[in-house]
């Protein structure tokens, strides 16, 4: 099994050392500037045991499309956020991947016709993400050297679907090489719902400073979270189905709980790590609000909670 991971960040490194752990040939695709430290190795630090570190050493390190269509893949993990793929690069590149299965893992209403533009429907994997990862050390964290940490939360595997016996290969390749994965028959929905539910909720967190006391705080979680059921609306009806249940009972207090918990359940500083994260992947908040507010118009929603915080947000 030939493997490419496109984006060699806090996601690409952790699914490219588990899938090399699991037998699999692993290349990766990198920014020029990347390319020397990543083929001597990452290291990688899982949070849910105390073992020692890992390196992962990659076959090779490529940094170019001709190099990628040089070789023939099995399968290519695209690893980079909603808004790199936006670029010319990306078209350019998937010229290369010949018939390899491809794992598509971003978020947000428009990425799976974002991919299908240049994928076709029966090489294409869509993947939702469960962990977290991030790279090491956050600001206040301690370790020895710079790395990937990661944390996978239990009963929540990576999820996937696509065309079966594709999709079948991709999470076994995983689970081989120790990394949570299940076949998602109802993905559209776990993506679509918690992206909608979670952009809103993230940008209202910038707002307020990135602090969880000051989200629990006066109105800005109400407004949060009617930005989010806005979200959740124009979502359901783009997908012809009803939000799940759970939506509906998040109220303000259930929120407050949630938020107030969090960080006592999660082996990390949980709001430093939403304030590196989302400010890194900012752009693609930013993106992803404003594809929520297209949708509903087109649907004849209301978005004034979703448009109060795109403004907000600049
Ligand atoms: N990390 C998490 O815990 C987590 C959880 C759930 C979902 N996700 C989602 O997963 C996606 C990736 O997140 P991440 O945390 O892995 O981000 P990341 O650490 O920034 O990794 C993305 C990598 O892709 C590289 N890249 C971007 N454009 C490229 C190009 N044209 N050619 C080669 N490399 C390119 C980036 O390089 P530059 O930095 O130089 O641009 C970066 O190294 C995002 O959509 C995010 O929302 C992440």
Request: charged residues 15%; positive net charge; glycine residues 10%.
């Amino acid at each position: 099994m030939k493997i490419l991971i496109v984006g060699a960040g806090a996601v690409g490194s952790v699914y490219a050392y588990h899938l090399q752990q699991g037998g699999a040939e692993v290349w990766l695709f990198v920014r020029p500037r990347y390319k020397q430290a990543c083929a001597l190795g990452i290291r990688l630090y899982q949070l849910n045991h105390q073992r020692r570190p890992r390196i992962f050493v990659p076959t090779g390190c490529l940094t170019h499309v001709d190099e990628v269509a040089a070789h023939t893949w099995d399968q290519v993990w695209l690893c980079v956020s909603t808004t790199a793929l936006l670029g010319s690069w990306f078209a350019e590149l998937a010229t290369g991947f010949g018939g390899a299965s491809v794992v598509g893992l971003q978020p947000g209403p428009e990425a799976r016709a974002l991919l299908l533009r240049q994928i076709p429907e029966r090489q294409l994997v869509s993947g939702v993400i469960t962990m977290v990862s991030y790279q090491a050390p956050l600001p206040g964290e301690k370790v020895r050297d710079r790395g990937i940490a990661y944390w996978f939360p239990s009963l929540s595997p990576n999820g996937f679907k696509g065309p079966a016996r594709r999709t079948g290969a991709v999470v076994a390749s995983l689970q081989r090489g120790g990394c949570p994965a299940a076949v998602q028959p109802g993905l559209e929905k776990l993506s679509g719902f918690g992206s909608a539910l979670l952009m809103p909720l993230m940008a209202s967190l910038e707002l307020a400073g990135w602090s969880f006391s000051e989200l629990k705080r006066g109105p800005r979680l109400l407004r949060a979270l009617r930005a989010a059921r806005e979200a959740c609306s124009a979502v359901s009806a783009e997908l012809g189905e009803p939000p799940p249940v759970w939506l509906r009972l998040l109220f303000p207090g259930l929120a407050r709980g949630v938020i107030t918990l969090a960080p006592h359940v999660v082996p990390l500083d949980l709001e430093t790590y939403f304030r590196y994260h989302f400010t890194k992947v900012g752009d693609q908040t930013r993106a992803l609000l404003a594809q929520y507010i297209e949708l509903a118009r087109k649907s004849g929603l209301p978005a004034s909670g979703l448009s109060q915080l795109q403004r907000e947000l600049g």
